[in-house]
């Protein structure tokens, strides 16, 4: 802090600390007008203030007021209000309104820019960014698309919304610096060009002409995220070192805005085509019986996880030597839970579509997919899984040809409401180079079900304990509650009491949280088949 010297006494190293820390300009002037203290953020504000000098314009200029007066000086907006103190001193106090508009700035950009995740609305909130803080006009260019083709964004200060269109490449590259911003350089030509070489269409309609231009790249992760253009009308004040830095900022934060959108978008897309393979299928209609199913993955998991389902049909033209097959469902259960669990699932899903090409026996299918998953260089690649071959027979009965390996065995609903235990058993699969199966066909008289499930329901930790497992009794009470149910009601109720029951211990307990949950169900009967969502 500058003091005068010979002034009554030093200052206090406290009083010292506050001013010198203050944000505001502080100077104070005796009876005589001569500077005694100045703190650093007056004398950056005002580089000629020097205790023991007189008080440099613009302080002599501005008298005691209550409300200050707003002045330029040295390229910046400054308020200046004095205020008498005593012993016939004054005091200034200085504001600087550039740095309060840079701090605006700043928290503006900050939370417009990361309030999307789209690319183009990023484009739109810089490019009003750009117009409202630094320039009558700005306008936002994205990378050309692979047909050279760029889309633009345009905001006019002080009209409402801004404009977009689509223009080609080769009329991009007659801005001045425009195709080195675009190609990301930040050196060279980037920066303030000549308003006089601007094309007519960069300037919106009824704008003028432009006084001053200015073209910066925006950076974005790798690749450049595009470029921005900032136009000031003719006589404007040109953009000056505090403005470019602002714009050269702007340019950074949109350019890494408009990247993380963009990836987030690839991304995304990603994800949908790799889930939309791994979520169960709609299940189809077949002749004679109906069908319904419902998964749910584990809380941590969210949309997909290591339980599924599918539905084989017979192929129109089997290949030679192969016997045409009815219909096969499936029900499995993968180790682990979530992406990983998933992606295993739906290569098992795969691997069994391939092999019904070449085989139609139950048993000998598991045992080339037990040879694959023991082959596969992914660790603890273990699988539980049921297939179900299904047969109309007469009178509207269903037969049921089952193969069990390593999963809970099926269970049957008969039309008086008993409950049955499907005895069919069998090794887990991917564990074991020799696998034993022992299966069993079941026939369904119409209205009667057969129903697959995985052990994320009996397994279930909940209750009002939290920790008392749901268990087979319980699925086969519950099972039997549904005789006379549409499947599809069968199989909602029971995947209803799964999820109270794990409510009541709000998913955890001695089970470490929610696992993946799948019920499909087979009805002898005709009608439309009903479908899970």
Known sequence: MRGAAGSAGPVPDLMAALLEGSGEGIVLCDADGVVTLANAAAARMVPRVEPGLPAPAPLDSVPPAPEGRIVLHGGRAIRIRAQAVSGGMLAWYLTDLSAARRTEFLLEAGRRLSASLNPHRCARAAAELGADFLADMAIVLLPPTYRRRIEWVRAVSGRFGPEEGVLPAAEAAEVPGLSDALAGLRHGVAGRQDPGGAPGWLLPEGFGPAGHLLVLPMPGNG??????????????????????????????????????????????????????????????????????????????????????????????????????????????????????????????????????????????????????????????????????????????????????????????????????????????LGALKEISLWPATLDLAPGEVCLLYSDGITEAFGGASGREMYGDARLKEALATCAGMPVEALVERLEQLSTEWLGGGLGGGAGGGADDRALLAVRAGAGRTETSW
């Open 223 to 428: 690749v450049p995220a595009g470029a921005i253009v900032l136009a000031r009308r003719a006589g404007r004040p040109p953009f000056d070192d505090d403005d470019q830095v602002m714009a050269r900022d702007l340019a950074a934060r949109a350019g890494a805005a408009i990247s993380a959108a963009s990836l987030f978008r690839e991304q995304s897309a990603i994800n949908d085509i790799l889930t939309g393979d791994l979520l169960p299928p709609e299940l189809p209609e077949i002749e004679g019986m109906r069908l319904a199913g419902r998964l749910r993955a584990s809380q941590q998991a969210g949309a997909i996880g290591g339980d599924f389902y599918d539905v084989y049909l017979p192929d129109a033209a089997p290949a030679d030597g192969i016997v045409e097959r009815p219909p096969l469902v499936i029900l499995g259960d993968v180790c682990g839970k979530g992406a990983g669990a998933a992606v295993l699932a739906g290569q098992v899903r795969h691997s069994l579509r391939t092999l019904l090409l070449l085989e139609c026996r139950l048993d000998r299918l598991l045992e080339l997919l037990n040879r694959s998953l023991i082959a596969s260089p992914s660790p603890n690649s273990y699988v539980t899984m049921i297939l179900a071959a299904l047969r109309t027979a007469p009178d509207d009965h269903v037969l049921v040809d089952l193969v069990v390996a390593g999963h809970p065995p099926p269970l049957v609903l008969r039309k008086d409401g008993t409950v049955e235990e499907v005895a069919a058993r069998g090794s887990l």
